[in-house]
């Protein structure tokens, strides 16, 4: 037997693992992970290593590799354990050990830990007053202009201040030398955000939260470890059930992980967790380096933190003692990486805790089918909380046709009836949101006067318009030539949908020129905290209007905001895309869920086109369980997840030729390894978006009942792909269970 032995796990240079023999005495004491020593380089230096995998063939000469020596003592278990985790993820979802461990362990990068640097005046204000004079006095303008703003505010940031007032290092130099400032550096994101003192305490708990939180507790401090979903509406108290419970696991002696989408990870929800839990909580944000990240894991690793907050990666933080991980929203596209391992962070999640001894407390409003299903087979816990736990009532939702609107001569993006809801709001000083439904959009041709979509005939998901005048299905490559005329009610307006936020600004600003319109898209919040600065304008009441995409469906609570109008409701329904239904519902609920949190009523108005669809009527009559009854029907009958299980193999490569080649070589040899003639075998075909920047893209899909036999595909997949020459220009990754159309 051999071993594959990865050294310096931390390093930038983690590209290579070496294989080292393993001597009788150590056969069967090695695993995945165990640290070990090895010889290393010209001087056989003795250092640590990682054990990443084994083979019973040597890769050279069998005389020259050099014997793994003995298991490192006093070796830190938490880095075994995370490579142990790679070792998994690289199994179930594909790609390489190093693709792996680079997505689990903080790489050290080079650069420095950026430091941020602080002025500070050391004089009292008279003090500070008399200098000022002097300066005025020698002429010493640039002295002057920095003291006089240091007696405005005695504390600011060195680079913002210099930068505003031009003054240079020297003049900030020889004031510090006459003790008239101090310079305080701190390195960023060591405290990310400055904490405030604890200063939360939990509510008086609802009884279906303390229901929630006994049986968590009861669970926990009998050893019983597993995976639970809080499934409750919007503003039913989650988030204060999971500080209930993360507080439980913090007194027994544990730490806990936090997932939030980085969209809802804003500046009051962390607030909520530091209030409670003080400078034991840190976070983690994408905007972070990896220097940056590498630092907070140090942090981790010295004890100072209990409680991480961030996005996926976040999962990967390394707890010694993780008690529990909590992912809110856990039916967000987000949680599934887009790069190899595309791992799902729910799964990986509980692959962790199930190795670590930890918990997961899933929750959402609008639960993945995935783990409401799980619920149902007994898998999961279900923990249901079904009234809201603050201020508030459920709103009342319309549905309003848009093809009537059109009937009755009305062709503006807005519903008559939306429109007098607006009015009555305004005059009332109530706040109003906008959402505009863009989820999803690929190039879906449908009728404006009917409603009717043009689907593919074998796979139940829309076509999309493509150029050249064609309409393709992304599943299995069926091809048709555009549409002009509708074929169901033989309309012209027939087409792909065109609206975007700045054209809705832009009419609103027309029909209520009285209204004060903010807009939020990816225009307007390009910049560092633009997101933050627009939610914030429109909580203190700066604009009686917000018109967004889905950004403005998260995080934030508008205790004023008693309207919202969703348009092009149907907009992610069509998106070629075996999910789309279960995105339009969560969608619509969410948006839904934005009005009347405070004390009065909510009213919400869905404007679409196919008002019939299940997906909307459900999300109107805010019906979950329905919604997924009628969902489940469709996956059964598909053949898709959570029923059955699909992996895309996605292929790119620079000619188009030989690319269409290696994918049916790719199936062809899918087809012999499975034998027994289990698995459907769909493609290739051209996905949305077929060539990008003149590399061209094939997907291939196979479904079946059994994960495990996809992956053993995989494997076998991968292996050929290794050794055949052919594809050797392209590239090919594993999508198990895609949440997105390639
Ligand atoms: P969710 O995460 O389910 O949307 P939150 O935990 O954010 O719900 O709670 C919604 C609002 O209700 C918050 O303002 C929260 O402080 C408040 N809240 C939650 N639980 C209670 C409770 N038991 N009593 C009073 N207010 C509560
Ligand atoms: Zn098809
Ligand atoms: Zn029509």
Not at 157 to 180: F, H, P, W
Request: with cysteine; glycine share 8%; net charge neutral.
């Amino acid at each position: 037997m051999y071993a594959d032995i990865i050294v310096d796990i931390t390093h930038e240079k983690l590209d290579k693992v070496f294989q080292y023999k393993i001597l009788p005495e150590l056969e069967g004491e090695l695993q995945i992970g165990t640290e070990v020593i090895v010889p290393f380089g010209k001087g056989d230096k003795e250092i640590r290593g990682y054990v990443t995998g084994f083979s019973d063939k040597p890769d050279y000469d069998e005389g020259k590799m050099k014997p793994v020596l003995s298991i490192a003592k006093g070796s830190l278990a938490i880095e075994s354990r995370m490579v142990a985790l790679a070792a998994w993820m690289k199994e179930y979802y594909g790609g390489t050990m190093i693709q792996a461990l680079k997505t689990v362990i903080p790489i050290k990068k080079q650069e420095k830990a950026r430091k941020k640097r602080r002025i500070r005046l050391l004089l009292d204000e008279a003090a500070g007053k008399q200098q000022l004079e002097v300066f005025l006095h020698k002429n010493q303008r640039a002295r002057a202009r920095l003291l006089a703003a240091l007696l405005d505010q005695p504390e600011q940031d060195y680079e913002l201040l210099t930068k505003k007032l031009n003054v240079t290092g020297a003049v900030v130099r020889a004031l510090k030398e006459k003790n008239i400032i101090s310079l305080e550096s701190e390195t960023v994101f060591r405290n990310p955000i400055r904490h405030k003192s604890q200063d939360r305490e939990a509510p008086e708990f609802t009884d279906e939260q303390r229901h929630a939180i006994n049986i968590f507790r009861e669970d926990y401090c009998k050893g019983v470890r597993k995976t639970y979903l809080v499934y409750g509406i919007t503003g039913s108290g989650k988030t204060e059930v999971y500080m209930e419970m993360i507080a439980q696991v913090l007194e027994a002696g544990g730490q806990a992980i936090v997932l939030i989408p980085e969209i809802a990870l804003t500046y009051q929800t962390v607030m909520r967790f530091y209030g409670r839990f003080g400078d034991r909580v840190s976070i983690l944000n994408s905007r972070m380096s990896a220097g940056e990240r590498f630092d907070q894991m140090e942090r981790v690793k010295s004890g100072e933190v209990d409680v991480m907050i961030g996005p996926r990666s976040a999962l990967f933080t390394p707890f010694p003692r993780l008690g529990l991980i909590v992912i809110d929203e856990e039916h967000e596209a987000a949680y599934k990486s887009e790069q190899t391992p595309r791992y799902h962070a729910r799964e990986t999640a509980i692959e962790r805790a199930k190795r670590e001894g930890a918990s997961v407390v899933l929750g959402s409003a609008t639960p993945s089918l995935e783990a409401f299903y799980a619920c149902k087979c007994g898998r999961f816990q279900l923990l249901e909380l079904k009234k809201r736990a603050g201020e508030g009532e459920l709103p009342e939702v319309y549905v309003e046709d848009m093809r009537k609107e059109l009937r009755a001569g009305n062709r503006s993006i807005l519903s008559d009836h939306l429109k007098n809801l607006i009015d009555a709001r305004l005059l009332r000083h109530e706040q109003i949101m906008l959402f505009l439904n863009r989820r999803g959009y690929a190039g879906f041709v449908s009728c404006r006067s009917c409603g009717y979509v043009v689907k593919c005939p074998h796979c139940d998901v829309s076509l999309a318009a493509h150029k050249g005048g064609k309409m393709l299905c992304h599943y299995c490559g069926h091809e048709e030539p555009q549409l002009h005329v509708c074929p169901s009610c033989g309309s012209g307006y027939i087409g792909g949908f065109k609206a975007g936020t700045q054209q809705i600004e832009e009419m609103v600003k027309r029909q209520f020129p009285s209204a004060r319109v903010l807009r939020m898209d990816m225009d307007t919040t390009r910049t560092k905290d633009g997101h933050e600065k627009i939610l914030e304008a429109f909580s203190s009441e700066e604009a009686d209007i917000l018109i967004g995409t889905q950004m403005i469906v998260k995080g934030h609570d508008f205790p004023n905001v008693t309207l919202v109008g969703i348009l092009a409701a149907d907009m992610s329904l069509y998106s070629s895309d075996y999910r789309a239904a279960e995105r339009t519902f969560q969608l619509l609920t969410q948006a839904a869920g934005r009005a009347g949190r405070g004390r009065s009523k909510g009213e919400v108005v869905i404007q679409t086109y196919s008002p019939e669809h299940y997906s909307i009527e459900m999300a109107a009559a805010q019906d979950y369980e329905g919604f997924y009854a009628a969902e489940m029907e469709y996956r059964g009958l598909m053949g898709y997840p959570p029923v059955e299980q699909l992996l895309a193999v996605l292929m790119t490569g620079p000619d188009e030729k030989l690319l269409e080649t290696a994918a049916k070589y790719l199936k062809d040899f899918a087809n012999r390894v499975d034998k027994r003639g289990i698995l459907q075998l769909i493609g290739p075909a051209s996905p949305y978006v077929a060539k990008v920047s003149d590399v061209y893209r094939r997907v291939l899909y196979l479904k079946g009942p059994d994960y495990g036999l996809l992956v053993e595909v995989k494997n076998r997949m991968e292996k050929y792909i290794e050794i055949n020459k052919g594809f050797q220009t392209m590239r090919i990754q594993f999508d198990f269970n895609p949440m997105n159309v390639f």
